[in-house]
């Protein structure tokens, strides 16, 4: 069956260290995005990717990087690790803006 | 600007009884709605949407959500709550600048108790 995946599942670090969380998708789907989820916040859209080669930024970007070189990974990349950054993170992919956006299991990172 | 509320925090029901958990949204057109479910350590699972047609859908585990346009809500009802529904629930629009991402709700913990 496809799926989304992302790992690790779990990850802790230090303040300034870099960072990276995979996605990987088995949909072919076209759509990615990446969510961070916070306590009173939702979940608020980071960056999202329509495509091979095609990034954008979201509400909540800076600090945050990511590429797309092939259509079934999207990983995201935190350039010099926050406190602030401390959250859980969600990967998700639809087939177009239409339909529905399925949701990997999420990474929960510490930044110490 | 497009927003989706979620009034409740917390809804406790009892099992066996109906339940209900709010939605309201505030888009300048026509609303992409959806439900999704998060139980513990896990992801966001879909439950239900509504794009157009019907105002009454259906969804996934026995859930059901009322689309009212002239009160711009979207609130998810299921008839006989289970003590397996516990969960957070959250409501999102999609973003009508086409940039497919959803816009969420805070998300409200649904308590079933026996």
């Known amino acids: 069956d496809a799926e989304i995946t992302q790992s690790p599942r779990h990850k802790i670090t230090e303040t300034g260290r870099q960072v990276t969380l995979a996605c990987h998708q088995t949909?072919?789907?076209?759509?990615m995005f990446w969510y961070r989820q916070d306590l009173g916040h939702g979940l608020r859209l980071i960056h999202y990717s329509y495509g091979v080669q095609d990034t954008n930024k979201g509400e909540v970007s800076d600090g945050y990087s990511v590429s797309r070189s092939n259509t079934e990974d999207l990983p995201l990349t935190l350039e010099s690790a926050a406190s602030s950054q401390t959250s859980v993170y969600f990967c998700?992919?639809?087939?177009?803006?239409?339909?529905?956006?399925?949701f990997g299991p999420g990474t929960r990172l510490l930044v110490l | 600007a497009q927003s989706v509320a979620q009034p409740e925090d917390q809804v406790n029901v009892a099992e066996g009884n109906p339940l209900t958990v709010k939605c309201t949204y505030s888009?300048?057109?026509?609303?992409?709605l959806f439900w999704y479910v998060q139980y513990p350590n896990r992801g966001l699972q879909f439950l239900l949407k509504y794009i157009t047609g019907d105002n009454l859908v259906k969804g996934s585990y026995g859930f059901e959500a009322e689309f009212n346009k002239s009160q711009t809500s979207f609130h998810l009802k299921k008839p006989s709550a289970l003590v397996s529904d516990s969960a957070l629930y959250f409501c999102?629009?999609?973003?009508?600048?086409?940039?497919?991402?959803?816009?969420f709700g805070q998300g409200t913990t649904l308590q079933v108790k026996p």
């Open positions: 949909w072919n789907h076209n759509n």
């Open positions: 888009v300048s057109g026509n609303p992409y």
């Open positions: 998700a992919s639809s087939s177009n803006f239409q339909e529905t956006q399925y």
């Open positions: 999102a629009v999609r973003d009508l600048s086409n940039t497919g991402k959803l816009i």
